[in-house]
C-alpha cells in the first residue's frame, strides 16, 4: 500500500511538472493546431518514458526483494551460531563488506524513494556499521592466513578450511575486492593470487558485474611489477582480443613486446635460474617491497602451521604429568592440580581443567561490553599504544569488581606461589579475523628501561595464560625461538618464567599467538611482576639460575 501509494505520487509529481513547465513555455497552445500535434508525439514520447520508468521501478523493487529475501536466510543461519558463525574468516570478512560496501549500495537504490521510512532507518545505523577500515583490515587478515597457512586462494574462496561449520563461497567480486585492496599497497604478489582466482570463475561461468577485461587489466600489472614479462604479455595479447580499442592494452603490448626482446637477449641465462624458483622468490621479494619487520616470520609461521621442531626422544623423556599442589599448600592439598609439562627449555607447563566453564563465562560477561584494540607497551614511553602486529580487542578486570576474579587471582598465586597483588590486573582477550599477536617479549628488555616505570612493580617475571575456548584451526601459543608450539584448549592454562632468578631476561621466552584460522580465540592472562616475589622467588646466584 505504502509503495504504491509513493509511487502514484511519484507519477503525479512527474506529470505536474512536465504540463507546468509546458504552459510556462508556451501558454497559447490552444491558437495553433500545428503546435498542438507536437505535443501529441511529446505526450507519447512520454507514456513510453513513464512505462520505462515503471519498469525500472518494478526491477529495483525486485532488486531489493531478492536482496531482503537472501539475507533473511543468512541471518537466520548466522544467529543460530553467531560465534561459530563469524568464527570462518571468509564470513568475518563478507559481513564487514556487506555493511561497509554493497548495504550502501542497496540504500542507493531505495534512496530513490525518499517516502519509505526504511532510509531513515538505514542512515541512523549506519552510524555503527563498519568502515573502510574495518573491510580493508578483515581483508589484509585473510591475506595473512593465506600466507602462514599455505592456503591457494581457490582454498578460501571455496570456503575449504579446516573445522568449518558455516562454508561459505566467495563471489568474483569478493576475490577482485581483495586483490584490489593488495594493489592498493603494492602487494602486486597477492593481488596476482586473487585476481587470478577472479578470473578463474569468471572463466568458468559465474555471473559477476565485474568484467574480464577489467579483472586482467590488474592482473597482468601485477605480474609485470613481479618481473614476469612474458606471463604479462599474454594477458594482454588476451585483453585485446575482448576490447581491441583497449587504450592501455595497447600501449603494454609494444611495451611488453619491447622489453621481453630486450630481456631474452641479454639476460637469458640469468632469466632461467630465477625462473627455477619463482614460485618462492614472488613471496620473498613482497616481504622485501613491504619491509618485513619480523626476521622469523618463516619459522613462526612453520610453527603456526604445526611444522614445529620435534624434541629427541631423551628430551622428550623428562616431560611429566603429575598432581601438583605446590608444596602441600593447604587450598591445593585436597584437590591437587593437573599439571603437564610442555617443553622443558624454556619450561613451560600446562594446567588442565583450571577454570571452570561458569568461571569463563562470568570473565566473558564482564569483559565484552569494555573490549578496546588491544595495546602494546611502547618501549620508548613505556605507555600503552595499539600495534599493527597485534591484531584483537582487550579489557582489563580487576579482583575487587567481582568474586571469581578475586578467586581466579588466589589460583594464580597458589599454584605459582608468587605474589599476584603487585600483579597487573587480569587482562581478557578476544582474537578478530585472523587475530594474531607476532613474536614479541614479554619482559622489558635492558634497552627498555621504562618499559614498566608506571606500574612501579619491576619487570614481568611470569607469564600466566588461560585458554578460555577451544579453537578449530590455527590460534596456537608458539616460541620461534626454540621451536614450541602449545595449542589452544579450553578451560586450561599455561605458565612461564620470563626472567632467571637472577633477574635477567630470558629471550627464549620471545612468543607469538598465531593468526586463527577457523573459530573464536578467547583467553585472559596475568602478568606477575617482580616486586614481592624477594622471599618467595629468591635471586639466582648465576645469570642463567
Not at 307 to 322: A, M
Request: glycine share 6%; net charge negative.
Amino acid at each position: 500500500m505504502t509503495l504504491c501509494l509513493s509511487l502514484r505520487m511519484v507519477l503525479c509529481w512527474f506529470l505536474l511538472s512536465f504540463l507546468f513547465n509546458i504552459l510556462n513555455a508556451h501558454n497559447d497552445f490552444f491558437t495553433s493546431i500545428g503546435q498542438m500535434t507536437d505535443l501529441l508525439y511529446t505526450e507519447k514520447d512520454l507514456v513510453t518514458s513513464l512505462k520505462e520508468y515503471i519498469k525500472q521501478e518494478e526491477n529495483r523493487i525486485e532488486q531489493v526483494k531478492e536482496w531482503a529475501d537472501k539475507l533473511d536466510s543468512l541471518t537466520n543461519t548466522a544467529t543460530q551460531d553467531p560465534e561459530g558463525f563469524l568464527g570462518h574468516p571468509v564470513n568475518a570478512f563478507k559481513l564487514m563488506k556487506r555493511l561497509n560496501s554493497e548495504w550502501a549500495d542497496l540504500e542507493s537504490l531505495v534512496l530513490k524513494d525518499t517516502t519509505n521510512w526504511f532510509i531513515s532507518n538505514l542512515t541512523v545505523q549506519r552510524q555503527f556499521f563498519p568502515t573502510d577500515e574495518d573491510q580493508t583490515g578483515a581483508a589484509k587478515a585473510l591475506l595473512r592466513l593465506q600466507d602462514t597457512y599455505q592456503l591457494s586462494a581457490n582454498t578460501i574462496s571455496n570456503g575449504d578450511l579446516p573445522g568449518v561449520v558455516h562454508k561459505s563461497r566467495m563471489t568474483v567480486e569478493d576475490c577482485y575486492e581483495l586483490g584490489k585492496i593488495a594493489y592498493s599497497e603494492a602487494d602486486y604478489y597477492h593481488t596476482e593470487l586473487w585476481m587470478a582466482q577472479a578470473l578463474t570463475q569468471l572463466d568458468e561461468g559465474e555471473e559477476s558485474t565485474i568484467d574480464k577485461v577489467t579483472v586482467m587489466d590488474y592482473l597482468s600489472y601485477a605480474i609485470y611489477q613481479q618481473g614476469e614479462l612474458e606471463q604479462a604479455l599474454e594477458l594482454t595479447k588476451r585483453m585485446l582480443k575482448l576490447d581491441p580499442n583497449h587504450h592501455r592494452a595497447n600501449g603494454n603490448l609494444k611495451y611488453f613486446e619491447f622489453q621481453l626482446e630486450k630481456q631474452r637477449k641479454t639476460e637469458a641465462e640469468k632469466e632461467g635460474k630465477k625462473t627455477e624458483k619463482k614460485v618462492l622468490d614472488k613471496r620473498d621479494a613482497q616481504n622485501k617491497r613491504s619491509k618485513d619487520p619480523l626476521p622469523e616470520r618463516k619459522k613462526y609461521e612453520m610453527l603456526c602451521r604445526g611444522e614445529g621442531v620435534k624434541l629427541t626422544p631423551r628430551r622428550e623423556s623428562r616431560l611429566f604429568c603429575r598432581y601438583f599442589d605446590n608444596g602441600r599448600n593447604p587450598r591445593l592439598l585436597i584437590a591437587p592440580v593437573k599439571q603437564e609439562d610442555e617443553w622443558d627449555r624454556p619450561h613451560i607447563v600446562r594446567y588442565h581443567d583450571i577454570i571452570s566453564d561458569s568461571e569463563i563465562m562470568t570473565v566473558k560477561e564482564m569483559a565484552k561490553p569494555r573490549l578496546k584494540r588491544a595495546t602494546v607497551h611502547d618501549p620508548t614511553t613505556g605507555k600503552l599504544t595499539t600495534a599493527q602486529y597485534r591484531v584483537s580487542k582487550s579489557a582489563w578486570l580487576s579482583a575487587y569488581e567481582h568474586s571469581t576474579i578475586e578467586k581466579i587471582n588466589q589460583r594464580i598465586e597458589d599454584i605459582t606461589g608468587l605474589e599476584v597483588d603487585t600483579a597487573e590486573e587480569l587482562q581478557v582477550a578476544n582474537y578478530g579475523v585472523g587475530g594474531q599477536y607476532e613474536p614479541h617479549f614479554d619482559f622489558g628488555r635492558k634497552d627498555e628501561p621504562d618499559a614498566f616505570k608506571e606500574l612501579g612493580t619491576g619487570n614481568r617475571i611470569a607469564t600466566w595464560l588461560f585458554y578460555m575456548s577451544d579453537v578449530s584451526a590455527g590460534g596456537a601459543t608458539v616460541f620461534p625461538g626454540v621451536g614450541a608450539a602449545v595449542w589452544p584448549k579450553k578451560g586450561t592454562a599455561v605458565f612461564w618464567y620470563n626472567l632467571f632468578a637472577s633477574g635477567e631476561g630470558d629471550y627464549s621466552t620471545r612468543h607469538a599467538a598465531c593468526p586463527v584460522l577457523v573459530g573464536n580465540k578467547w583467553v585472559s592472562n596475568k602478568w606477575i611482576h617482580e616486586r614481592g616475589q624477594e622471599f618467595r622467588r629468591p635471586c639466582g646466584l648465576t645469570e642463567i639460575e
